[in-house]
Each structure stands twice: as structure tokens, then as C-alpha cells.
């Protein structure tokens, strides 16, 4: 059965505001593989950490799995049409290693590449640039039996992967990016165990950020022999705004930490091919430190990204605490901000800091938001449409510190706003929506939320109609 029709209409072209964005600016909106695609049995797909992990009890709120989620791997057609009425210029997806290679490497398994090359083709016949992801966390389940991330392996089957779907996809898709967020497939699934594969040890997510990073430097030094001369490369890290809790020695150390463990220990090396010094000796007192071998360093320098994909949700507020284990940091709370379902404090201000802290600390690098979005309880309907004024008020907010970063001379050159659909929130399962367009997971109809509509305003006039 087709997926629904969503509401609303393109409006009528406006004159072009003083406040609009640069012209060829990208207005896109972004999904996953695993959050959306469903079908996870079909057309020789293979098992990943993810459909094993869902199958933990008590892992994912209640016992939800990405089976089926919004079944985009039958409906893409539908959501293609969906982002063409909204007027997007570009739409980020992921593809799923394990529906290219089941097992990680060996043949590629031909109808997971004409699901991708057929979503590829109808996104250009809809004047969409197509914007991919090799890596969205769900790694094929054969590779961790294998040593998943702590294995160099893993690194080099990455690379093959990818140069796979270069050869096959490179002279449509102009967008690249290796992997999305390694700080939360590393760290969030190898020490605090909340995502796959579920482990718990600070060393072997230590170990597993470092392969990731090889991996990337592999996956970018492929894409360059390939000669790929009229696309690009980047890398997609969830960053922070870092902000000491107080203006004592204890908690600007306490943030300097913080600041090293979520942005540095990944921006240093993608930027500078070296680790933050100050994060290395604390690993190392305890005994956590990164095997690296001989030119792993030189790999990531000698050759550079030509972007920077920046996902900015929330900023972190740190205070120096012994609660705080070997990082010796805890997390504040101010309680007078408006703050999300997620329980994320909503502070735009926090993206205008980090990207004039990008350009200030990094080279000036082109970059692109490639997500930024909101939870919440989208209860109140009216006439059939969620009136959801609080994601409108949380993306307009963004959206303009976007612009004021644009204006003190940041690179911005799009905008990607999470999520084109309401999806598999990962191990809050189907409690969580974070997306512009409703899912009735039942029936698997989309319905635009009043923000669908905005954003369809806001792309309209390159920025000029923000409320």
C-alpha cells in the first residue's frame, strides 16, 4: 500500500529577504538506513549489530526493532516526493554495509546496490542532490564476530566498501561522507553499552575510536585514487559546545576534559593527523591509550576532507566532580531552559559558538550541517496535522545562529535538519519522534507536521521567510 500523501502545498515564490542565506546554499533534510528502511530479511540483506542488539531484552525501549520502521526500502518513491514538495535541495541517507556486502566483504550483493542506485537516480530526476553516509552504526553482525571495530580489518573491508559503492554511485552522488558520528559508535556502544554491540569497557572504545579513525582515512584516501574530481569527502562528528559550569581552575579543567573526550579526540586528528596530547596522557594513565601503528597519522594528513559535517544538538555544561570517574567531569543542569523530550537543553547560541570555534581553531573548513533537530511530544493535533510550535521555535533558533555564523565569515554551505521522518530513535525505539513528517507506524502514512510546512516556507526563500 503507498504511503500517504503529506499535507500542505509549495507556496507562491517571495522576493528575496536581506536576511536570506548564500546563493547554492543546501537546505536538505536527513535519515539512516537502520532508522528507515525496514526490510531487514529482504533481497539478500545480511544481520547487523543492530538487528542483534534489538533482540537484548530490556536494550531498546519496549522491545522495538528497525524491521520495518518507516519501510523506505518499499516507499522511497513516496519520500522522494515528499522532500520534492518540500523543496529540498539535498537529502542525506546512509547506506547499509550489510545490504551491499551481507557478510562485509566478499561479492557484492547486487540488489542492495540497485535499491541504492534507483533511490540515487529518482532523488536527480527530482532535482535532489543525493548526500551519503557509508557508515550510520550499523556494522554487518559477520564483522563483529570477527573483532567488529577493534579490528584493523574492520578498517581495511571498510575501505572496500566503500570504494564499491564509488565505483558504482560516484558519478551521480557528489556528497561523501565516511562515517556518522564515531564518537557515539565507539564510545556509546563500547563503553557505556547503550547502543550496538552493547560493550562496556573505556579501553576497547579507546581502541574502537581509533579504527574507526583509520577506517575514515582508508575510506577518503579510495575516494581520492578513484579520482573522484568533481565531488567531495567529509566526515559527520556530533560535536558540543563545551561550557565550564563555573569560572574556577577545577571546572575549566573539568571542560578542557569534556572538550578533549567529545570534540578534540576526533577533530585533531581528521584536521591535524594527531591525537590532543592532553586526552593521550589521560588515557594512558589508565591504560587506555590506542594501539596506533606506523603511519596511521600520516594516513589521516596526507590526505585531508574536503568538508566538515557538524551535528549539533545540544551543548554540554561540565563541572569537576571524582563522581566523574576517570574523566573526572559531570554534566550541570540549568533549569530555567527550555529543554527537549530527549531531555537536551535547547541553546542555539551553542551552534554560533562552535562554528566560530571551527573556523577559529581548524583552518577555516568548509562545513555543513548534517543534523540538527529536535524531540518532542507532538501531541496537539489540529485538523489532523501536529501542531508542533516547539520544533519550529527549536529550528528557527538554529537556523539563525547558522546565519550569524555565516556572517562572521564561517564557511556554512547547508543545512540538514533531522529528521525528514518521525523513525527508529535507536534505544528509544518509537518513543522518540524527531521528524518533520508524521508516521503512523501502523498504517505507515505520512502526514507533514505544521514544521513541514515552515521548512517548506524557509527553503522557499533561501532563509528569508525564519518567523
Not at 559535517?309 to 540549568?334: C, H, I, K, M, T
Not at 531531555?343 to 550541517?369: Q, S
Not at 508516521?439 to 527553503?459: C, E, H, L, M, P
Request: hydrophobic letters at 40%; one cysteine or more.
Amino acid at each position: 500500500m503507498p504511503a500517504a500523501r503529506p499535507r500542505g502545498r509549495p507556496p507562491k515564490n517571495k522576493p528575496m529577504s536581506a536576511n536570506a542565506f548564500p546563493q547554492g546554499f543546501l537546505w536538505g533534510a536527513a535519515t539512516a538506513a537502520y532508522q528507515v528502511e525496514g526490510a531487514v530479511h529482504e533481497d539478500g540483506r545480511g544481520e547487523t549489530i543492530w538487528d542483534r542488539f534489538c533482540r537484548v531484552p530490556g536494550a531498546i525501549h519496549g522491545g522495538d526493532t528497525g524491521d520495518v520502521a518507516c519501510d523506505h526500502y518499499h516507499r522511497w518513491r513516496d519520500d522522494v516526493e515528499n522532500m520534492r514538495d518540500l523543496r529540498l535541495s539535498a537529502y542525506r541517507f546512509s547506506t547499509a554495509w550489510a545490504r551491499v556486502f551481507p557478510q562485509g566483504k566478499g561479492k557484492p550483493n547486487r540488489k542492495g546496490l540497485d535499491f541504492y542506485e534507483a533511490l540515487v537516480d529518482g532523488l536527480l530526476a527530482a532535482g535532489i542532490q543525493p548526500a551519503l553516509t557509508l557508515y550510520h552504526w550499523d556494522l554487518p553482525q559477520a564483522l563483529q564476530d570477527a573483532g567488529g571495530w577493534t579490528s584493523r580489518d574492520t578498517a581495511s573491508w571498510f575501505a572496500e566498501y566503500a570504494s564499491c559503492l564509488y565505483t558504482h554511485l560516484g558519478d551521480r552522488v557528489k556528497t561523501w561522507m565516511t562515517l556518522n558520528e564515531p564518537w557515539v559508535s565507539a564510545f556509546a556502544g563500547h563503553w557505556q553499552g547503550v547502543h550496538a554491540p552493547g560493550l562496556k569497557d573505556f579501553g576497547t572504545a579507546v581502541q574502537a575510536a581509533h579504527v574507526l579513525l583509520h577506517a575514515h582515512a582508508l575510506a577518503v584516501s579510495a575516494f581520492r585514487e578513484l579520482g573522484a574530481r568533481d565531488a567531495r569527502i567529509g566526515i559527520a562528528l556530533d560535536l558540543h559546545q563545551v561550557y565550564p559550569w563555573s569560572d574556577g581552575v577545577s571546572d575549566q579543567e573539568a571542560a578542557r576534559r569534556c572538550d578533549g573526550h567529545v570534540n578534540r579526540w576526533f577533530l585533531d586528528p581528521v584536521f591535524k593527523g594527531t591525537y590532543p596530547k592532553d586526552m593521550l596522557d589521560l588515557y594512558a594513565r589508565h591504560h587506555a591509550a590506542p594501539h596506533e601503528h606506523t603511519g596511521d597519522a600520516e594516513a589521516l594528513a596526507a590526505h585531508p576532507m574536503d568538508f566538515l559535517g557538524v551535528n549539533y544538538y545540544f551543548p554540554q555544561r561540565v563541572y569537576a566532580s571524582d563522581a566523574g570517574g576517570l574523566l573526572g567531569y559531570e554534566s550541570g543542569r540549568l533549569e530555567d531552559r527550555q529543554r527537549t523530550e530527549m531531555d537536551w537543553e535547547v541553546h542555539p547560541d551553542g551552534l554560533y559558538d562552535l562554528l566560530l570555534r571551527l573556523k577559529g581553531d581548524y583552518g577555516d573548513p568548509a562545513i555543513f550541517i548534517t543534523e540538527n533537530g529536535a524531540a518532542f511530544k507532538d501531541q496537539r493535533v489540529e485538523k489532523g496535522q501536529v501542531q508542533d510550535d516547539d520544533r519550529i521555535g527549536y529550528l528557527d533558533g538554529h537556523i539563525r545562529a547558522a546565519r550569524r555564523a555565516i556572517e562572521r565569515g564561517v564557511k556554512l554551505q547547508g543545512y540538514f535538519l533531522w529528521s525528514l521522518l518521525d523513525n527508529f530513535e535507536w534505544s528509544f525505539g518509537y518513543r522518540q519522534r524527531f521528524g518533520i513528517t508524521h508516521v503512523d507506524f501502523a498504517t505507515q502514512a505520512r502526514t507533514w507536521k505544521k514544521s513541514a510546512g515552515w521548512y517548506q516556507r524557509v527553503i522557499a526563500t533561501n532563509g528569508g521567510a525564519l518567523a
